[in-house]
């Protein structure tokens, strides 16, 4: 389910973490700790992609793995 939501300062962000990962610690549901959120619209879906989220101060971690198998499919096409 993908949710569209404007972005505020009440969420967490992290500063070793990509720009566009937050998490919201304001769940007030009863059963959510908390939510998280990615501006690009690929939220982590386990533990190891929130991880990498966290640690990937350049940037969205998905984005730059796509440019290195594009670099690599171009190296091995020629």
Do not use: H
């Not at 566009?20 to 992609?49: M, S």
Request: hydrophobic letters at 30%.
């Amino acid at each position: 389910m993908v949710i569209t939501f404007r972005d505020s300062i009440n969420m967490r962000r992290f500063p070793t973490g990509c720009d566009y990962y937050r998490e919201n610690w304001t769940v007030d549901d009863g059963e959510t700790l908390y939510q998280i959120y990615c501006l690009r619209g690929t939220p982590p879906l386990t533990r190891e992609e929130q991880e990498k989220c966290i640690a990937s101060k350049r940037g969205c971690w998905r984005r730059s793995a796509a440019q290195k198998r594009g670099a690599n499919a171009a190296a091995t096409a020629s």
